[in-house]
């Protein structure tokens, strides 16, 4: 009973509130993980943009101005990973700050011996546990122009990351995954690309993934969804966990 009002809710929204053709065939342009789904897939995707857009606030701030067709896009690209999860995976937080350019956060931090640093590096984005995500609109434009690169797909995996606490590159498994297998495979991986980093080898994988787990997990989903080939090619271990836990396989 639950589900069929739950459906009937979704139906009505989605009647109510439909993401206009122009700015669906636009977001499917510029979104290559979009772009390559099947029918099925894509109006299932068109759905779950549609209620993104009705539970998240988009903030524009710094001047930028957001239209629907840039509202949709960034909708499209934040709802690829949870496709076969469905949108209850992005609940707890509500807000989408959206700064033009690359922001630098105000924030401090101690060494370990005690000295305190303000930090002054610009991010294209960042995700904070239960409060919002952040994003700069050029590099969510940029999407596209370097393989296996997607800021927004990065920023979500986070918030995926951070479900069942900190983020730490374990994200809440589903029932038939075994968190040893996911902990080893990630684990003896990583330590192959430390080591090929340290001799000087080119990476399969943008080297920013070898920064802490979390970011390892972040990275490997961005190119899971942008460049599915090239991971399973190079990394098929940590493809075949991505597999069972974004429940799809882009091609």
């Known amino acids: 009973?639950?589900?069929?009002?739950?459906?009937?809710?979704?139906?009505?929204?989605?009647?109510?509130r439909p993401i206009p053709e122009a700015a669906w065939q636009r977001a499917l342009r510029h979104c290559g993980p979009a772009r390559r789904m099947g029918g099925s897939d894509q109006a299932s995707l068109r759905v779950l943009a549609t209620l993104f857009l009705d539970q998240k606030s988009l903030e524009p701030v710094?001047?930028?101005?957001?239209g629907?067709?840039?509202?949709?896009?960034?909708?499209?690209?934040?709802?690829v990973p949870i496709l076969k999860l469905g949108i209850d995976w992005y609940e707890g937080w509500h807000s989408v700050i959206v700064y033009p350019d690359a922001f630098i956060p105000n924030r401090t931090r101690t060494d370990a011996a005690g000295v305190v640093h303000q930090d002054h590096a610009a991010l294209a984005g960042e995700?904070?546990?239960?409060?919002?995500?952040i994003l700069s609109w050029s590099d969510v434009l940029a999407i596209g122009r370097r393989p296996g690169s997607n800021v927004v797909i990065?920023?979500?995996?986070?918030?995926?990351?951070?479900?069942?606490?900190?983020?730490?590159?374990?994200?809440?498994?589903?029932?038939?995954?075994?968190?040893?297998?996911?902990?080893?495979?990630?684990?003896?991986?990583?330590?192959?690309?430390?080591?090929?980093?340290?001799?000087?080898?080119?990476?399969?994988?943008?080297?920013?993934?070898?920064?802490?787990?979390?970011?390892?997990?972040?990275?490997?989903?961005?190119?899971?969804?942008e460049a599915p080939a090239a991971?399973?090619?190079?990394?098929p271990d940590v493809h075949r966990q991505l597999v069972q836990f974004y429940r799809q396989e882009p091609v």
């Open 1 to 16: 009973m639950l589900d069929a009002i739950r459906n009937w809710r979704i139906r009505r929204l989605v009647a109510r």
């Open 62 to 66: 710094q001047g930028l101005e957001l």
């Open 68 to 79: 629907e067709i840039d509202r949709v896009l960034l909708a499209v690209h934040a709802c």
């Open 127 to 133: 995700a904070w546990g239960r409060g919002p995500v």
């Open 154 to 225: 990065h920023e979500m995996a986070h918030k995926l990351d951070m479900l069942n606490g900190s983020a730490n590159g374990f994200p809440p498994l589903h029932r038939r995954m075994e968190r040893r297998t996911w902990t080893e495979t990630f684990s003896r991986v990583w330590d192959r690309l430390q080591d090929a980093h340290d001799q000087g080898l080119e990476l399969p994988i943008d080297p920013y993934a070898l920064t802490n787990p979390a970011e390892f997990f972040a990275v490997a989903s961005e190119q899971f969804f």
């Open 231 to 235: 991971l399973r090619e190079h990394l």
